[in-house]
């Protein structure tokens, strides 16, 4: 390579790096500025579009939050990135490829058009349930097709792809596969199946308890076994079974 090619392209990868620098500032100012204090219990989940595990968690995990009363003690966070890569010249490659890549941006807008998790959860739900037909079925039930294009043609889609990137990539114990999901900060590891027990237990706020939280079916004693945790791995994507980690 020259040495006039070779500035040239060492010049564009710093504008690249600068541009993505940036964008996880400017993503996570946004971010803080948004989630504030609150003793709600915060909830997140690190997951990727097309990835069969997720769906069936957010279609039937995650809507036991705003099923129940739940939802008023939870902060949900929905961080579409997953075991996505981020490579030296910034190019996102996705476990699933590009069709996820599109989904998982259509998403991130989706969730910057509605803020309230209650209101960009069902149209994420949607597209995950039916991710062949989304786009006629999801913006005719949910609106904002406008919007979410708009977002998802321009830079602020990678804006949001790459904060989501750095909030993923950035994890504490680091993510093995997805989905990934953390109670005030903390892996549940494979206790998906306890997810609203777990909530409940980890509310510390003022507030009475929802109703959902003394039902009867969360007071099972727990027993510690082996079960089938159904997952894709950050380098693979293979069932495997898993021992109790807590």
Partial sequence: MSKKKNTFYNGFLSHRLLFFCLACLLFTVSYNFVSGESDK???NLYYESLCPYCQSFIADGLVKIFDSDLHKITDL?????????VSDNLTVTCQHGEEECKLNAIEACAIRTWPNPNVHYWFIRCIENDPANW????????GGEKTIKDCYSSDLSKTLIFGYANQ???LKPKHIYVPWVTVNSKPLYNHYDDLVARVCKAFKGKA???KICHSSALSKSPE???VKLQ???ADDAFNYQAKDLN
């Fill in 224 to 226: 510690s076994k082996v």
């Fill in 135 to 142: 786009e006629s079925s999801c913006f005719a039930q949910y």
């Fill in 231 to 233: 997952v894709s791995y």
């Fill in 208 to 210: 009475p308890l929802p």
């Fill in 168 to 170: 993923t990539l950035s």
């Fill in 77 to 85: 966070k929905l961080v579409p990135f997953g075991n996505a890569h």
């Fill in 41 to 43: 219990v915060k909830l």
